[in-house]
T-cell receptor
Framework: RKEVEQDPGPFNVPEGATVAFNCTYS??????FFWYRQDCRKEPKLLMSVYSSGNEDGRFTAQLNRASQYISLLIRDSKLSDSATYLCVVNREGKSTFGDGTTLTVKP | DAGVTQSPTHLIKTRGQQVTLRCSPKSGHDTVSWYQQALGQGPQFIFQ???????QRGNFPDRFSGHQFPNYSSELNVNALLLGDSALYLC??????????????FGDGTRLSIL
């Protein structure tokens, strides 16, 4: 079993839709959590950190559930420009473990 | 304010050769991590450098080695290249200052092809 697991998708949604991604992690000692976005053949870019209290940045909401060891990302009112691969990242003692990503395609 | 810069952008090598990739961290960042990303997969952690020492290492063989310089820049060296080493190599920096769990900023990567 991988240390960080994501549904690879692809998720194909129309513009304006709400879409949610989940990510599970196996090590309960994990310390910090992030969502990154990666466009095709580009570097990953930090989307947002994830906290137990939940955090929101515009149309994006991230949530951490330590008891169940999963994190989520909710995208509201999807835009064409949201099409990308979304990577879940779990940090522990300075080591970052990435999921393999969930691919989102937003269609007109 | 320059972000993370990597060189070269692309590189082609043959099996058995050695390669050195370079990374300059974002201004104000003191910690550099290296990742290998194969097509269709997430980045795989190779190692992390802080204060010129390797602090963490992923599941990569000793053929993968690195170095961090006093100005925080870093090199990744890979010896005895194999076909399976073909991948995008990403450098990421963060302002850990010993905290270990700060978000990272990535460079554009070096695309390494082994023939």
């Amino acid at each position: 079993r991988k240390e960080v697991e994501q549904d690879p998708g692809p998720f194909n949604v129309p513009e304006g839709a709400t879409v949610a991604f989940n990510c599970t992690y196996s090590n309960s000692a994990s310390q910090s959590f992030f969502w990154y976005r990666q466009d095709c053949r580009k570097e990953p870019k930090l989307l947002m950190s994830v906290y137990s209290s939940g955090n929101e940045d515009g149309r994006f909401t991230a949530q951490l559930n330590r008891a169940s060891q999963y994190i989520s990302l909710l995208i509201r009112d999807s835009k064409l420009s949201d099409s990308a691969t979304y990577l879940c990242v779990v940090n522990r003692e300075g080591k970052s473990t990435f999921g393999d990503g969930t691919t989102l395609t937003v269609k007109p | 304010d320059a972000g993370v810069t990597q060189s070269p952008t692309h590189l082609i090598k043959t099996r058995g050769q050695q390669v050195t990739l370079r990374c300059s961290p974002k201004s104000g960042h003191d910690t550099v991590s290296w990742y290998q990303q194969a097509l269709g997969q997430g980045p795989q952690f190779i190692f992390q450098y802080y204060e010129e020492e390797e602090r963490q290492r992923g599941n990569f063989p000793d053929r993968f080695s690195g170095h961090q310089f006093p100005n925080y820049s870093s090199e990744l060296n890979v010896n005895a290249l194999l076909l399976g080493d073909s991948a995008l190599y990403l450098c990421a920096s963060s302002a850990n200052k010993g905290l270990n769990n700060q978000p990272q900023h990535f460079g554009d990567g070096t695309r390494l092809s082994i023939l």
